[in-house]
């Protein structure tokens, strides 16, 4: 039998171009990235119990408009409370709208430095905005609660600690009078 | 035998060598060198040193631990071992307990060192805050140094009416009046006998309790904050151990110096080193294992806070100084003392002294760490103190000996009645032994 070494080359190419059709798909492709924009504003809000609140708002879209949802955002504050540094205070979701909503607490009003961040993902690229707030008219803080019933422990647990102390005191004073007394008293009944 | 006890005992004070006087000035030279210089910082303030607002405890906090850590082993294993009547303790227990009344006052007064100026001392003491664990520190230290100071007194009683009517070398008046005053007119007779024992037992039985909770106090003062590194619920039981196993260490040394100096080889023999020795190993590897525990749980977690402590410690700026602890401070002492050829008294001093310079390196690593990697994801300057810091460290450690070189120029460095005491149990122990029918059969 003669081979048809011909029809057997078109064949394996035909195999090998089919193979390579079929992982290609499979094979990671670089997608396209588009850019992201981000903006950082703020404003007071109300609640239904007519709470005031600062939430800082950072909005994310696609350079095209498009608002991105479902995103995770950063954010910082550059403090100088223990020397210059960049502080996370929190992070929070985009929503439908491509709006990340985080409510803060100060006493300072005035200018704050912010920095809100976008790490991106496979479709859009990451990004960084630095913003410096003027806040003004900020809400009243909220009043920490004290913690359930702590102050009570706290006080018998200071009295019991008390005791323990002026008992181990007595006994020391107990041993160091006692021996002295012993031992003398027992150097006289010799 | 007796004779032989009381003369190893006294000759220290009758005849402490040609060399005890210059060991005396040179370690005299590092104590006068390190009091100046916290005049020096008395008068012009912590501002001196190396610590800032970020590292805030620095080596002062680390003597502070490491001093009263060693005093611990002295005390606690002194009473331990007297309430298990281990007769192999009497000649060290001496040394242990002089040891404990030295570190201790020592690391107490590294509290007062480390809070600068003296009127910030006398606010603490006046406008104390029950909620601040500072406060239960300073209860807690002030107790124990009484504890000791009692713990080492008791065993001083008999042996000052010996040094009184039972020696033979002329004292100069005011020792006489000294031991005199001490001696508290002991005669030995069994009402005194039966009183100083009680009050032993009962002392050796609260000190232990007391020793402990020095050192969770202590612990606590890091753990009930919310810093990373320093914030665990196993810190009360780790401190302790580290403790013991300093302390352990610390008497290990003490004894091997005091041994060879005042030729005491015929008291102190193999024996106590090779049980001293297994003491520490099991203390060693309780530590080993509380590390590896401590590091495991927080670095499986990975916590955000606690990520850039760790990674200091063990594999950044720290981790040149934490790998060397792990391994010359942990694992070779083990492994010194693990090895019967090495578990011999040079084998066993060397373990001893890497341990208790590892555990120095490791409460500051314990300390600093987690004020250089601080909240809020801050990182603060490095710290590895300054001259101020160095000249009192290296001062305070002179002071052990130096100290303890004139307590036992004052006291017997060997407990003679206790000594005496066992020497006659056993004597009459053998003596029964002879009298009763022989249970051995050819």
Same mark, same amino acid.
């Given at each position: 039998?003669?081979?048809?070494?011909?029809?057997?080359?078109?064949?394996?190419?035909?195999?090998?171009?089919?193979? %390579?059709?079929?992982?290609?798909?499979?094979?990671?492709?670089?997608?396209?990235?588009?850019?992201?924009?981000?903006?950082?504003?703020?404003?007071?809000?109300?609640?239904?119990?007519?709470?005031?609140?600062?939430? %800082?708002?950072?909005?994310?879209?696609?350079?095209?408009?498009?608002?991105?949802?479902?995103?995770?955002?950063?954010?910082?504050?550059?403090?100088?409370?223990?020397?210059?540094?960049?502080?996370?205070?929190?992070?929070?979701?985009?929503?439908?709208?491509?709006?990340?909503?985080?409510?803060?607490?100060?006493?300072?009003?005035?200018?704050?430095?912010?920095?809100?961040?976008?790490?991106?993902?496979?479709?859009?690229?990451?990004?960084?905005?630095?913003?410096?707030?003027?806040?003004?008219?900020?809400?009243?803080?909220?009043?920490?609660?004290?913690?359930?019933?702590?102050?009570?422990?706290?006080?018998?647990?200071?009295?019991?600690?008390?005791?323990?102390?002026?008992?181990?005191?007595?006994? %020391?004073?107990?041993?160091?009078?006692?021996?002295?007394?012993?031992?003398?008293?027992?150097?006289?009944?010799? | 035998?007796?004779?032989?006890?009381?003369?190893?005992?006294?000759?220290?004070?009758?005849?402490?060598?040609?060399?005890?006087?210059?060991?005396?000035?040179?370690?005299?030279?590092?104590?006068?060198?390190?009091?100046?210089?916290?005049?020096?910082?008395?008068?012009?303030?912590?501002?001196?040193?190396?610590? !800032?607002?970020?590292?805030?405890?620095?080596?002062?906090?680390?003597?502070?631990?490491?001093?009263?850590?060693?005093?611990?082993?002295?005390?606690?294993?002194?009473?331990?071992?007297?309430? $298990?009547?281990?007769?192999?303790?009497?000649?060290?227990?001496?040394?242990?307990?002089?040891?404990?009344?030295?570190?201790?006052?020592?690391?107490?007064?590294?509290?007062?060192?480390?809070?600068?100026?003296?009127?910030?001392?006398?606010?603490?003491?006046?406008?104390?805050?029950?909620?601040?664990?500072?406060?239960?520190?300073?209860?807690?230290?002030?107790?124990?140094?009484?504890?000791?100071?009692?713990?080492?007194?008791?065993?001083?009683?008999?042996?000052?009416?010996?040094?009184?009517?039972?020696?033979?070398? !002329?004292?100069?008046?005011?020792?006489? !009046?000294?031991?005199?005053?001490?001696?508290?007119?002991?005669?030995?007779?069994?009402?005194?006998?039966?009183?100083?024992?009680?009050?032993?037992?009962?002392?050796?039985?609260?000190?232990?309790?007391?020793?402990?909770?020095?050192?969770?106090?202590?612990?606590?003062?890091?753990?009930? $904050?919310?810093?990373?590194?320093?914030?665990?619920?196993?810190?009360?039981?780790?401190?302790?151990? #580290?403790?013991?196993?300093?302390?352990?260490?610390?008497?290990?040394?003490?004894?091997?110096?005091?041994?060879?100096?005042?030729?005491?080889?015929?008291?102190? #023999?193999?024996?106590?080193?090779?049980?001293?020795?297994?003491?520490?190993?099991?203390?060693?590897?309780?530590?080993?294992?509380?590390?590896?525990?401590?590091?495991?749980?927080?670095?499986?977690?990975?916590?955000?806070?606690?990520?850039?402590?760790?990674?200091?410690?063990?594999?950044?700026?720290?981790?040149?100084?934490?790998?060397?602890?792990?391994?010359?401070?942990?694992?070779?002492?083990?492994?010194?003392?693990?090895?019967?050829?090495?578990?011999?008294? !040079?084998?066993?001093?060397?373990?001893?002294?890497?341990?208790?310079?590892?555990?120095?390196?490791?409460?500051?690593?314990?300390?600093?760490?987690?004020?250089?990697?601080?909240?809020?994801?801050?990182?603060?300057?490095?710290?590895?103190?300054?001259?101020?810091?160095?000249?009192?460290?290296?001062?305070?450690?002179?002071?052990?000996?130096?100290?303890?070189?004139?307590?036992?120029?004052?006291?017997?460095?060997?407990?003679?009645?206790?000594?005496?005491?066992?020497?006659?149990?056993?004597?009459?122990?053998?003596?029964?032994?002879?009298?009763?029918?022989?249970?051995?059969?050819?």
């Amino acid at each position: 039998m003669k081979l048809n070494f011909k029809g057997l080359l078109v064949s394996v190419v035909m195999v090998l171009l089919l193979g %390579l059709w079929f992982f290609a798909g499979s094979l990671p492709v670089a997608a396209a990235q588009a850019k992201s924009d981000l903006t950082l504003t703020y404003e007071i809000q109300t609640d239904r119990q007519g709470n005031e609140s600062l939430v %800082l708002l950072a909005k994310l879209k696609r350079a095209d408009g498009y608002p991105l949802s479902e995103r995770e955002i950063l954010y910082f504050e550059t403090t100088d409370l223990y020397g210059s540094a960049r502080v996370s205070i929190g992070s929070a979701t985009t929503s439908a709208v491509g709006v990340a909503a985080l409510k803060y607490e100060t006493r300072q009003p005035g200018e704050h430095q912010f920095t809100v961040l976008y790490g991106g993902d496979e479709t859009t690229e990451f990004a960084v905005t630095n913003a410096t707030l003027g806040l003004q008219n900020l809400p009243a803080m909220t009043e920490l609660s004290p913690p359930v019933g702590m102050e009570k422990i706290s006080y018998w647990s200071m009295l019991g600690v008390g005791a323990v102390v002026l008992v181990i005191w007595s006994l %020391l004073a107990g041993v160091f009078f006692g021996t002295i007394v012993g031992i003398r008293r027992g150097s006289k009944g010799q | 035998m007796i004779d032989e006890i009381r003369e190893a005992a006294i000759r220290p004070i009758a005849k402490p060598g040609k060399w005890w006087g210059v060991l005396f000035a040179f370690l005299g030279l590092f104590v006068l060198a390190a009091l100046a210089t916290y005049v020096y910082q008395l008068k012009n303030g912590l501002g001196v040193t190396a610590l !800032k607002d970020g590292v805030f405890y620095g080596f002062y906090m680390t003597d502070l631990v490491t001093f009263i850590g060693i005093s611990y082993g002295g005390a606690v294993v002194s009473a331990i071992l007297r309430l $298990t009547n281990a007769a192999w303790r009497a000649p060290i227990t001496r040394l242990a307990e002089g040891m404990a009344v030295v570190s201790l006052i020592l690391g107490a007064a590294f509290a007062i060192v480390d809070m600068g100026k003296l009127p910030h001392l006398w606010w603490v003491l006046v406008t104390p805050n029950p909620q601040s664990p500072v406060i239960w520190d300073i209860v807690a230290i002030s107790t124990y140094v009484v504890a000791t100071l009692i713990f080492f007194f008791l065993p001083l009683i008999p042996d000052s009416a010996i040094l009184l009517n039972g020696s033979a070398h !002329k004292f100069s008046s005011w020792r006489k !009046k000294l031991y005199s005053m001490v001696s508290l007119k002991w005669k030995g007779v069994p009402a005194q006998r039966k009183t100083l024992a009680r009050m032993m037992s009962l002392m050796a039985v609260l000190i232990i309790p007391l020793a402990i909770s020095v050192h969770s106090v202590l612990a606590w003062v890091f753990a009930v $904050t919310s810093r990373e590194g320093w914030h665990s619920s196993i810190f009360g039981p780790y401190f302790v151990v #580290g403790a013991l196993f300093s302390g352990v260490a610390a008497v290990i040394l003490v004894v091997s110096a005091f041994r060879k100096a005042y030729h005491l080889e015929k008291f102190i #023999g193999q024996k106590q080193f090779r049980y001293m020795g297994l003491l520490m190993l099991v203390l060693g590897a309780t530590y080993l294992y509380f590390t590896f525990a401590e590091f495991l749980t927080e670095g499986y977690v990975q916590y955000v806070n606690t990520v850039p402590f760790l990674r200091s410690l063990l594999a950044a700026d720290y981790a040149p100084i934490f790998w060397p602890f792990v391994i010359f401070g942990l694992i070779i002492p083990i492994l010194l003392v693990a090895i019967p050829k090495t578990r011999n008294v !040079k084998g066993v001093t060397i373990a001893a002294a890497l341990v208790v310079a590892g555990m120095w390196v490791k409460r500051f690593l314990i300390i600093v760490p987690p004020l250089r990697h601080g909240l809020f994801g801050i990182t603060n300057p490095s710290y590895m103190g300054n001259w101020v810091e160095w000249v009192i460290t290296l001062g305070a450690v002179a002071a052990i000996p130096f100290f303890l070189m004139l307590m036992f120029r004052l006291f017997p460095v060997l407990p003679i009645y206790e000594m005496q005491e066992i020497a006659e149990e056993q004597s009459q122990l053998q003596s029964k032994a002879g009298d009763a029918p022989s249970l051995k059969t050819e």
